[in-house]
């Protein structure tokens, strides 16, 4: 059974350029939610994707959109790239289960480095 | 913003010792996570508890969840060399899939 798998591993871009990063769910799980890892901190929840649309979001700017496919996977999308969107970009992917919360599980990461 | 504050930000003990770490959070939640993560990579979840429950055990760990001092804790036994990593509390407030807010973590290092 496959857990959370994401790509591309690691992502070197220029400022002002666009970014893709892509992650396909634990098999089962229908939720992806994308955070972002500075160096040195916890994870900031970027948005959540369920049934296709986005469920919820963090306290990020437009640049930063997403897309969940009919098979759950997803793609989290940056544009007009900064030096401060340099981070760890992590996918997580659960179930939704009426009337309880499922944990989430974490996929490897994407570790992007805007210069 | 982040949700929590873990103390210590770091912790350093010889292998075999227990090893603790505190999570203080601020607003009333759902569910409280525990999380491993080593060497800037993927998150590993360890244990759940949930705002109904004071204490959960898993192998060698143990949470306490405190939701009148909104706190837990989390006990690590007999370390091993293999525990060194960062260590994450995170919040949800709701039901479902709800959104995560972590706190910036401890740093565990288990010296032989």
């Known amino acids: 059974d496959a857990g959370v798998t994401q790509s591309p591993t690691h992502l070197i871009k220029t400022r002002g350029q666009q970014v893709t990063l892509r992650c396909s769910p634990k098999s089962g799980h229908d939720t992806v939610s994308w955070y972002q890892q500075a160096l040195g901190q916890g994870p900031q929840f970027i948005f959540q994707?369920?049934?296709?649309?986005?469920?919820q979001r963090g306290n990020f700017p437009d640049r930063f959109s997403g897309h969940q496919f009919p098979n759950y996977s997803s793609e989290l999308n940056v544009n007009a790239l900064l030096l401060g969107d340099s981070a760890l970009y992590l996918c997580?992917?659960?179930?939704?289960?009426?009337?309880?919360?499922?944990?989430?599980?974490f996929g490897p990461g994407t570790r992007l480095t805007v210069l | 913003s982040q949700q929590g504050e873990e103390d210590p930000q770091a912790l350093s003990i010889q292998e075999g010792e227990n090893a603790t770490m505190n999570c203080s959070y601020k607003t009333s939640i759902n569910n409280l996570q525990w999380y491993r993560q080593n060497s800037g990579r993927g998150l590993v979840h360890l244990i759940l508890i949930r705002s109904n429950e004071r204490e959960k055990h898993s192998g060698r760990l143990r949470v306490t969840l405190d939701t009148s001092k909104k706190s837990s804790s989390l006990l690590i036994t007999a370390s091993r060399a293999a525990d060194t990593a960062s260590y994450f509390c995170a919040t949800d407030s709701g039901w479902g899939a709800q959104k995560l807010v972590f706190g910036q973590g401890t740093r565990l290092t288990i010296n032989p």
């Open positions: 997580a992917s659960s179930l939704v289960l009426p009337g309880r919360t499922d944990t989430q599980y």
């Open positions: 994707y369920y049934e296709e649309e986005e469920r």
